[in-house]
């Protein structure tokens, strides 16, 4: 007897940008993506989301695979450009039908949408009209934007997130600047990251003042830290990094309010973040539904005497990436016994399991979406055929992950590989591919199954038991 809720949800994810194309389309606004990887040595060999996997053109033709892979749900992104080409004010129509048309075509087959509002495409208009994420002003249009949602698509969405990766998007925005703004400045990081926070608490408040029925939710990189020795400096050193990748991101949405120490140590650090009067009852007051992990993989932690930056593999060289780190503080080590991919992510499926329980201790039985979850590798193609056994091997492995964690009392509702469908892997270009489906860009971007297309199936088909 399978260990998986017979209503469990077995899925997959993508996002607007990587996917759809169309980036002009129909009356779409640039978002800030459009514009970043256009910028002369921002992406790998210069690639860019203009085009994509057309999923914008072929979605019918992607929802007839996910059907026929036996998809019980698709957890997809909207582009806020698409639906407000400034971000606020004049609605685009065509771009809210295409949603609209999207989410009818994945009911007419039974498949469970789950509606990711922001995935980091931000409308260009509003980073150069307020200056994005670090003014408040971005609050009340998100607000705005939350609520077209909902008055378009409450009536047949569910289950809804608000943010995804929030420590990706702030933290590499903001403080590498490696994303878009390509800004390289921790105080107004931290501030950023804050109206993200206000912006969700908002969005959430105004779901349930609408009174739509379903739930709202916050997605999140769940990525557990474990000290490099058991030296005293080294455990000290990943408790911090556990505080600030993990604590800072999950305690706002699941808690209502910031890890007091970590905010202390902000505020008299930096000053930032800095609220505004009604902001803390705001967090306290509108606590998410569930939580939404995203899961690749962990870091070992040690105490950090000489590395300040960060250098990011995104070539899928093995080793070509440089350790992380913040002088003083901590910093990120490769584990001499681990197992690694091309691009230098540890493959440890038992930290899955780890990190859904240290959430259970923290939070409570919170429910838990596992809402990405994959590997990304340059697949072979053998007499034609896509024979990502690796992939195989890794979701086995993290599924079985996945059903341990169930086992010890965690509330897992759903699991949604990485991705359904060959996309563009933002600064790592389209060679790092993680679908179930092949994307054929030499022949007008055709669509191939790989060897998991048929194993994912038999998963679905067998409720996890065949695996």
């Not at 739930?215 to 000290?236: C, H, M, R, W, Y």
């Amino acid at each position: 007897m399978s260990v998986f809720p017979k209503d469990f949800l077995w899925g997959a994810a993508t996002a607007s940008y990587q996917v759809e194309g169309a980036h002009d389309a129909d009356g779409k606004g640039l978002s800030n993506w459009d514009v970043y990887s256009h910028l002369p040595g921002t992406t790998y060999m210069g690639t860019n989301g203009d085009v994509a996997a057309d999923h914008y053109h072929r979605f019918k033709e992607d929802v007839a695979l996910m059907a026929e892979l036996g998809m019980k749900s698709y957890r997809f992104s909207v582009s806020w450009p698409r639906l407000f080409p400034k971000g606020r004010g004049e609605v685009n129509e065509a771009g809210v039908k295409f949603y609209s048309d999207l989410i009818d075509e994945l009911l007419k087959y039974g498949i469970e949408p789950m509606l990711t509002m922001y995935h980091w495409d931000l409308p260009q208009a509003l980073q150069d009209e307020i200056g994005g994420w670090e003014s408040r002003e971005i609050i009340d249009a998100f607000e705005g934007y939350a609520r077209l949602l909902y008055e378009r698509y409450g009536d047949r969405v569910k289950l809804w997130a608000t943010f995804n990766e929030t420590i990706v998007f702030t933290g590499l925005g903001y403080l590498t600047g490696m994303h878009p703004p390509g800004v390289k400045d921790p105080k107004r990081a931290i501030q950023a990251c804050h109206h993200v926070f206000i912006a969700h608490a908002r969005a959430v408040e105004t779901f349930r003042k609408m009174g739509v029925q379903g739930q709202i939710g916050f997605v999140n990189v769940l990525q557990p830290n474990d000290p490099i020795t058991n030296s005293a400096e080294d455990v000290k050193a990943c408790e911090l990094a556990e505080a600030c990748f993990t604590h800072w991101f999950y305690d706002p949405v699941l808690k209502g309010e910031y890890p007091a120490e970590l905010l202390a140590m902000a505020q008299t650090a930096l000053g930032v973040p800095v609220f505004a009067p009604g902001d803390a009852e705001l967090m306290k007051n509108n606590i998410c539904d569930f939580i939404g992990v995203n899961y690749y993989k962990r870091e070992m932690i040690a105490a950090n005497y000489d590395v300040d930056g960060f250098e990011m593999n995104t070539s899928g060289q093995k080793g070509s990436g440089k350790e992380l780190g913040w002088k003083g503080l901590f910093k990120l080590v490769r584990n001499p016994n681990g197992r690694y991919t091309d691009w230098d992510w540890e493959i440890y499926p038992e930290g899955l399991t780890d990190a859904i329980m240290r959430i259970n201790k923290r939070y409570g039985n919170v429910p838990i979406y596992i809402t990405e979850n994959g590997l990304g590798a340059k697949d072979p193609i053998v007499n034609g055929e896509v024979l990502d056994q690796p992939r195989i091997d890794y979701l086995r492995e993290h599924i079985q992950a996945t059903g341990e964690a169930i086992k010890l009392g965690a509330d897992v509702r759903g699991y949604y590989p990485w991705s359904f469908i060959d996309l563009l892997s933002w600064l790592n270009g389209y060679q790092k591919q993680y679908g179930f489906v092949y994307i054929d860009q030499e022949n007008g971007l055709a669509r191939k199954k790989k060897l998991s297309f048929g194993w994912y199936q038999k998963v679905i088909s067998s409720n996890g038991e065949e695996l």
